[in-house]
């Protein structure tokens, strides 16, 4: 039984990485949740842009003016969720975030970053920002369009990747046969695995 679990585990991990090569698998977005500054929780879907099964790690990236980043700084505590509606698979993960700014990974992260996604970190306004009309967000040269790979450049002064360090998944599958939930906890050493009632 053990052993089912340590598969259940690699397949977990091993399914987060195949999101990244695959823009439609179902764990390609998750939604991140954050401890709000007006002490909601808050929730928004972001992409899966980086898996690092050896230290456990989960990245996306965001605008640092954005909400999220800024409620990070004051409580580096979230959860990701994800679900597989065709294998009716539900994975929640927890951890501690850290913003990297700089540093060899996030370099990367923007390199492989499309001038699409770019697009997003050439407004000019902060994320939330109010507007007088809703198109005012978008700067008119870049409306319909796509910057330059040079203007796109300008961008990664506001690029932030957000590594996520796994501490708790709670996995859970549903089935006619029988619902089927387990728990890793990874605190602290040697990883701590168990079957739950779904
Ligand atoms: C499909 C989809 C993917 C998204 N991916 C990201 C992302 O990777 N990073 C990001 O910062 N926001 C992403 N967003 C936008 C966020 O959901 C959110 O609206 C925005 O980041 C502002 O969130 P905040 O105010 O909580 O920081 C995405 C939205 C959608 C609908």
New binding site residues.
């Given amino acids: 039984m053990a052993s089912d679990l340590h598969h259940l585990e690699q397949d977990i991990w091993h399914d987060l990485q195949t999101a990244l090569q695959e823009a439609e698998h179902p764990f390609r977005?998750g939604t991140l949740g954050t401890r709000g500054l007006d002490d909601f929780v808050?929730l928004?879907?972001?992409?899966l842009?980086k898996v690092d099964a050896d230290v456990r790690a989960l990245w996306?990236?965001?605008?640092g003016r954005?909400?999220?980043?800024q409620e990070l700084k004051h409580n580096p505590v979230v959860s990701w969720l994800f679900w597989d509606a065709e294998r009716k698979i539900q994975l929640r993960l927890g951890g501690n975030a850290t913003l990297h700014r700089q540093g060899e990974e996030v370099d990367r992260l923007w390199t492989e970053t499309s001038r699409a996604s770019r697009k997003d970190y050439l407004l000019p306004h902060a994320?939330?920002t109010p507007l007088e009309r809703p198109e005012a967000g978008t700067p008119a040269h870049l409306r319909g369009t796509l910057p330059s790979e040079e203007e796109s450049e300008k961008g990664r002064e506001h690029f932030v990747g957000i590594e996520t360090r796994i501490q708790f998944i709670d996995w859970l599958q549903l089935s006619r046969e029988g619902h089927r939930r387990a728990q890793f906890r990874y605190q602290n050493g040697e990883p701590h695995r168990q079957w739950v009632s779904p």
């Fill in positions: 977005t808050a928004r879907t972001v992409v842009r996306c990236h965001s605008d954005a909400a999220k980043v994320p939330a």
